[in-house]
């Protein structure tokens, strides 16, 4: 009898423990993970951040933790992350085991490879009790994420029709400096108005510094992108490579210009993700306007939302004053021709930039 007392008793325990555990386990068990920035830009090193609190007396024997990412963050290697990656998707998985009142802190450095948007998403935990008879899962949403800029290309060493066009557009200036457009500091020279002495610069450099004023420009860049890969594309972009290539140029060009005085508005036919949102930013100026024309290319997917020949249709009847239209796109047929006309006939100046192989990689500006 001995014995088999002795076997009821393990199977009241067993059956005991693994109601508790399944009924205990996941309670006061905190998760959290969050970016220590909210944007960056290709190639960047960033950090995230993920902390398992057990804030109870009973311990926690075992908790499976598993994530999901978009591609295009590559964590650096680390003991304890199992990571399964798609062509879209990577599947981060962890194992813990939690002490009575643990915290446990990691640090995860991360290297942004691509552009986009992408959110921390949901998280979901399993744990059960001591031998694994029973399980329970819970999973939680997480707020936040991080956005990627694309990274800006430097198009003043760059071989394209666009230098041309760009020295034409910063000649066509008043010719009085503009008061209120400062551009940065400069030395002090004989006849500079007090007024105008930059004393945090003079500071800092150990000579009469004073403010650079830019001129006013008088023209308006309206960039349109065209996110097809040929004229027949039904939905989404299958050759991204200089789709992409053009993201990185509009921003170089967007930041070289901007940084210039002149002011810049952009729009595209693709769409931004699961938002209703028109992939368009109008023309104005300033640091401001980079950071939204470069939020709008971070979120931008290479899927249609109306053909380019439509989408400049529509444009076209938005404008009201006549401005300078830069077109990227990787082809030019000849209903597009025929669609710049009609802007060139409305008194906008319309410069093309194809978007064919993807060159060299070129220098990147720093925004």
Not at 222 to 251: C, F, V
């Amino acid at each position: 009898m001995g014995a088999y007392w002795i076997l009821f008793i393990a199977a009241v325990v067993v059956v005991v423990q693994g109601k508790i555990f399944k009924r205990m386990a996941l309670k006061k068990l905190n998760y959290s993970r969050s970016f220590k920035v909210s944007t960056c830009y290709e190639g960047d090193s960033v950090e995230l951040i993920e902390i398992i609190e057990n804030r109870k007396a009973l311990p926690v024997p075992w908790l499976r933790v598993e994530s999901q990412f978009r591609s295009g963050l590559a964590f650096d290697n680390q003991l304890n992350l199992d990571i399964s990656e798609g062509q879209f998707n990577q599947n981060h998985k962890s194992f813990f085991i939690l002490l009575p009142w643990t915290k446990i802190l990691r640090r995860h450095r991360i290297t942004a490879k691509q552009r986009g948007l992408y959110k921390l998403g949901t998280v979901s935990m399993t744990t059960g009790d001591l031998i694994g008879l029973e399980s329970i899962v819970q999973s939680k949403t997480l707020t936040g994420g991080i956005l990627v800029y694309p990274m800006p290309l430097d198009v003043s060493d760059m071989d394209l029709p666009v230098q041309t066009w760009m020295g034409e557009m910063l000649v066509r200036r008043w010719i009085m400096e503009d008061p209120f457009l400062i551009s940065g500091v400069r030395e002090y020279r004989d006849g500079d108005p007090l007024k105008d002495i930059q004393w945090k610069a003079t500071a800092r450099t150990g000579t009469l510094q004073v403010h650079r004023r830019d001129t006013t420009a008088d023209s308006r860049l309206m960039i349109y992108l065209n996110i097809e890969d040929h004229e027949q594309m039904w939905s989404k972009a299958t050759r991204p490579e200089p789709i992409e290539h053009g993201i990185r140029l509009a921003a170089g060009i967007t930041a070289h210009l901007l940084s210039q005085g002149m002011e810049i508005g952009m729009g595209t036919n693709g769409t931004l993700g699961e938002t209703e949102d028109d992939a368009f930013v109008p023309v104005a100026g300033g640091m401001e306007q980079q950071h939204l024309i470069f939020e709008m290319l971070a979120r931008l997917e290479l899927t249609r939302r109306l053909s380019f020949h439509d989408y400049l249709a529509y444009e076209l009847s938005r404008h009201e004053e006549a401005r300078d239209i830069l077109i990227l796109t990787t082809y030019v047929s000849p209903r597009l021709e025929e669609m710049f006309q009609r802007f060139r006939e409305n008194g906008h100046r319309v410069d093309v930039l194809p978007l064919g192989d993807v060159p060299s990689p070129a220098k990147e500006v720093s925004a």
